[in-house]
């Protein structure tokens, strides 16, 4: 059970767009199609954006999209705005278990 | 709309025993698995444990297996972490999570859990 890797920290420009990546191995990322991806403000409960690779939420914006290669997922954020500064999380099913990524800080610049 | 309490958070010493409680309300409470997520201070997210929604089928995390039991009472419509042999690692907010399929639908606002002496 170890922890996805995420790069710590992710920026972008209002308006840019940002991609945020998720490696795991074939026991979890690349073994499943239920990765989910989770925003978290600044002491905030984490919220579901993304979740069987690259489905929405209803409410969630477009503007939020993932999706998968091989042991790889990805979050892009596009259109970037303010209020998508934010943690986020990637996580996988592993047969039985669940697995979370190690977190990116996206900065709006 | 979906509302998910938890309570029962608190200082606790290092082998001590605490119980977390989630009150859920908003939706059919027995459709759904359940789970507890902990995020230790200034760390990243960590799966605890799940529960199947008639409460037979239990699944832990390598780091809390044999210490921590999860059940839940369908007729009041509540989650349970019983948490045994308390370590300083094991400090960290609990959130009550409702599941979906294969994700972690809708979050609780978290208690917080110090193991210290």
């Known amino acids: 059970q170890s922890a996805l890797t995420q790069p710590p920290s992710a920026s972008g420009s209002p308006g840019q767009s940002v991609t945020i990546s998720c490696t795991g191995t074939s026991s979890d990322v690349g073994g499943y199609n239920y990765v989910s991806w989770y925003q978290q403000h600044p002491g905030k409960a984490p919220k579901l954006m993304i979740y069987?690779?690259?489905k929405r939420p209803s409410g969630v914006p477009d503007r939020f999209s993932g999706s998968k290669s091989g042991n790889t997922a990805s979050l892009t954020v596009s259109g970037l705005q303010a209020e998508d500064e934010a943690d986020y999380y990637c996580s996988s099913y592993a047969d039985s278990t669940y697995v979370f990524g190690t977190g990116t800080k996206v900065t709006v610049l | 709309q979906v509302q998910l309490v938890e309570s029962g958070g608190g200082l606790v010493k290092p082998g001590g025993c605490l119980r977390l409680s989630c009150a859920a309300s908003g939706f059919t409470f027995s459709d759904h698995y359940m789970a507890w997520v902990r995020q230790a201070p200034g760390k990243g997210l960590e799966w605890v444990s799940r529960?199947?929604?008639?409460?037979?089928?239990?699944y832990f995390a390598d780091s809390v297996k044999g210490r921590f039991t999860i059940s839940r009472d369908n007729a009041k419509n509540s989650l349970y972490l019983q948490m045994n042999s308390l370590r300083p690692d094991d400090t960290a907010v609990y959130y009550c999570v409702k599941m979906g399929d294969y994700r972690f639908e809708s979050w609780g606002q978290g208690t917080l859990v110090t193991v210290s002496s």
């Open positions: 069987e690779v690259s």
């Open positions: 529960l199947s929604n008639s409460g037979s089928s239990t």
